[in-house]
């Protein structure tokens, strides 16, 4: 399948359907099975590709049904952890913290199950989706290494190892998500080092989501990174890293977030085609991949199902437009 120019795509997550929100709490109760939540789990995320399709997106994803925390998911997946107890990551938004107990170590795939059962959902690539390495070791509690670096490195090995999985499993494209990168810029040299880890043996097009920082302190050096390309919220902050790239060509494929997926408000179709358009000063077509800030979980179903739409709508006035200047 030919990927169009200025792909549409989305960051990860959805919003939950009730349903399965419910069975969760089922679960954790101890009231339902594992494979009754599992069988929820797929449905949910099936109606997700489903919209998807319907949508017009063009590089899909699972939208997360199946995991709680992008950190909580994949420690609990890893010899060597344990979960602590609730911890607020932001406003009134809670996780259960990772706890690094003794040496890390990935006993089986932990998303390649679930990579598989989306692709056959689909003739439309799916991402691979992976919580980086250096997130990984800023999210946890560190009782066993001897330092931060030994801890995210040892991250970095068992990412690795599930990257090259979903590689051999037929992931075109696997995002390594590393939020807390823009968090501290005097950490820039690990971040890139981990990751460095993670990619060196991947053919698939690689990807990392990085949101929510102090760009101005890790720009340039965050184009180091060893990816293919890095994904950016630029919605949120009126599109003003527009203006680093003016004065430092931003040199690798974007994926440009043009929606705020912290907002109920749904932007207009001529919102999106202004940022686009901007971002097409600074940038050339075949660099743009057009998706939301974030990922989308945060949302009502419905608010999530708007502003993907006004994406793809959008993201396809824009390709008329480039079409006919080519003319």
């Given amino acids: 399948m030919t990927t169009p120019l200025l792909p549409t795509t989305t960051v990860g997550s959805f919003p939950k359907p009730e349903y399965l929100l419910t069975a969760r709490t089922q679960y954790a109760r101890g009231q339902i099975t594992r494979d009754q939540l599992k069988r929820l789990e797929q449905q949910a995320t099936t109606e997700w590709i489903r919209t998807q399709e319907e949508l017009g997106i ?142 060196k043996n991947l053919r698939a097009k690689t990807i990392t989501h990085i949101c929510y920082g102090d760009f101005e302190q890790i720009y340039p050096k965050l184009l180091q990174i060893p990816v293919d390309q890095i994904d950016l919220e630029l919605a949120n902050s009126n599109f003003d890293l527009l203006e680093l790239f003016k004065r430092s060509p931003f040199t690798k494929e974007i994926g440009l977030g043009v929606v705020d997926v912290h907002s109920h408000r749904v932007e207009s179709e001529e919102f999106v085609i202004a940022g686009i358009r901007r971002a097409l000063k600074v940038l050339k077509p075949e660099q743009i991949y057009v998706d939301p800030d974030c990922g989308l979980k945060t949302r009502t179903p419905q608010e999530a199902i708007d502003k993907l739409r006004v994406i793809v709508n959008a993201t396809r006035k824009v390709r008329q437009e480039l079409e006919v200047a080519h003319v």
């Fill in 58 to 199: 063009d590089i899909l994803v699972d939208g997360e049904m199946y995991r709680g925390d992008m950190a909580t998911y994949f420690a609990e997946n890893l010899e060597g952890t344990k979960i602590s107890g609730l911890v607020r990551s932001y406003g009134n938004r809670y996780y259960r913290k990772p706890v690094v107990v003794g040496p890390l170590r990935r006993p089986r795939a932990i998303t390649v199950e679930w990579f598989e059962f989306v692709q056959r959902q689909t003739k439309k690539p799916v991402k691979g989706m992976l919580t980086g390495p250096y997130t990984m070791m800023d999210w946890s509690f560190d009782e066993n290494y001897p330092n931060r670096r030994a801890c995210a490195i040892a991250f970095a090995e068992v990412i690795r190892q599930e990257a090259e999985d979903l590689q051999r499993a037929g992931a075109q494209y696997i995002q390594i998500d590393e939020p807390a990168v823009s968090v501290r810029p005097e950490e820039m040299d690990l971040a890139i080092e981990t990751m460095g880890l993670v990619t």
